[in-house]
């Protein structure tokens, strides 16, 4: 493994089925995941923004954790772009490519945001 893979951080996209069907975005900062539960999934086009609800932090063990109720939907490594008190712009590096998206934070919840403007 090169220095870059080491540097990298990672990321998970989790699809639970129970209660009710949703999917967790997790970024890898600080020695933890930290999550967010995006009941529609990721947004497939920018003209969609997704309710994007941030959940308590994960340990790092969670990257490629399942069980009967939850499945990994993607993982790789995540960079970020841009970021303020109001907005975390980032891509996603994926098993099925890059995808460059934005958090962004409503007051109490989130937007995750699919950006025009793709890697």
């Given at each position: 493994?090169?220095?870059d893979e080491?540097?990298r951080l990672a990321?998970?996209l989790?699809?639970h089925?129970k ?9 890898e900062e600080?020695g933890v ?13 920018s003209s969609?923004?997704r ?5 308590p932090d994960?340990?790092l ?16 490594w995540?960079?970020e ?5 109001r907005?975390l712009?980032f891509?996603?590096?994926?098993r099925?490519g ?17 950006t025009?403007?793709?890697?």
């Amino acid at each position: 493994m090169t220095a870059d893979e080491h540097d990298r951080l990672a990321f998970v996209l989790h699809d639970h089925r129970k209660p009710q069907p949703h999917f967790d975005l997790r970024l890898e900062e600080d020695g933890v995941l930290r999550s967010w539960a995006v009941p529609k999934g990721l947004p497939t086009t920018s003209s969609q923004d997704r309710l994007a609800v941030a959940v308590p932090d994960h340990d790092l063990d969670h990257v490629d954790y399942s069980d009967a109720d939850k499945s990994v939907a993607d993982t790789g490594w995540w960079e970020e772009v841009d970021r303020n008190d109001r907005r975390l712009v980032f891509v996603l590096h994926g098993r099925t490519g890059s995808r460059r998206y934005a958090l962004i934070r409503t007051g109490r919840d989130w937007l995750l945001h699919l950006t025009r403007d793709q890697p």
